[in-house]
């Protein structure tokens, strides 16, 4: 198990987008979200640590796309 | 470790080769999000993209390289393309919002006609009273009105028949 703490700017990620990323990649890795007051906080641990990072990236990927599919953050 | 990479302005860009990643920071008033979000669509199959904000006036951009590990010409490349794609995004969000009533009144007056014909109860509430459009110039008028004979008015005496008929 690999834990890695992302900080998604507020202004730039949907907080929606997050959470539907979230519950698409759950089944891969663990995740616990925080919200501060200009970030949202996720917390990803891996359920594979040789494919952590790759998972980090493809999260981060899946989450930036869903938010632009949204129309942006707000 | 940051590296530098050749024909990019120094500060703008950080590449780290190891991690076939590279950073460029970028100014949020030459580069709108939109544009940004524009150009990182199109990038996500190619790359990972992940975007912060350093602070208020800057965005960092992260592209990280799908392959295992990219030779420094490829990240350049990558780069490259990036900003060509972001700087033609921001050029064509400058444009959508120079051009945005032009646009709205277009796509309303589009709508407008797909509705079709007005019913007849549209036509027995419409208000035939109002003035079609301003027409200071009296473009509107028929030649006839405007340079046409004047027609006597009732109330003034014909002076040429009472003559006459004297």
């Known amino acids: 198990m690999s834990a890695q703490t992302l900080r998604f700017d507020k202004q730039v990620y949907a907080g929606e987008a997050l959470d539907e990323a979230v519950k698409a990649f759950s089944n891969f890795a663990a995740f616990e979200l925080k919200q501060e007051d200009d970030a949202w906080v996720v917390e990803l641990i891996s359920k594979s640590p ?15 796309g869903l938010t632009i599919q949204r129309g942006g953050a707000s | 470790m940051g590296t530098q990479l050749s024909d990019i302005p120094q500060g703008i860009l950080q590449a780290e080769l190891g991690a076939g990643r590279v950073s460029i920071n970028l100014d949020a008033e030459v580069y709108p999000l939109q544009a940004l979000y524009g150009a990182s669509y199109i990038f996500i199959d190619r790359c990972y993209v992940f975007i912060d904000r350093p602070d208020d006036k800057v965005f960092r951009v992260t592209l990280s390289a799908k392959d295992a590990a990219p030779e420094a010409e490829a990240l350049r490349a990558l780069v490259g393309e990036f900003a060509n794609e972001l700087l033609s995004c921001a050029w064509r969000h400058q444009i959508t919002q120079d051009n945005r009533t032009i646009i709205e009144t277009v796509t309303m007056q589009a709508i407008a006609g797909a509705m079709g014909e007005p019913s007849l109860d549209d036509l027995a509430s419409f208000d035939f009273s109002d003035e079609a459009f301003d027409d200071p110039l009296g473009i509107a008028q028929s030649w006839e009105d405007k340079h046409g004979k004047k027609v006597q008015k009732q109330d003034e005496p014909e002076a040429s028949n009472e003559g006459a008929a004297s």
Do not use: G, K, V
């Open chain 1, 50 to 64: 040789q494919m952590a990072d790759r998972l980090r990236n493809e999260f981060c990927n899946y989450a930036l």
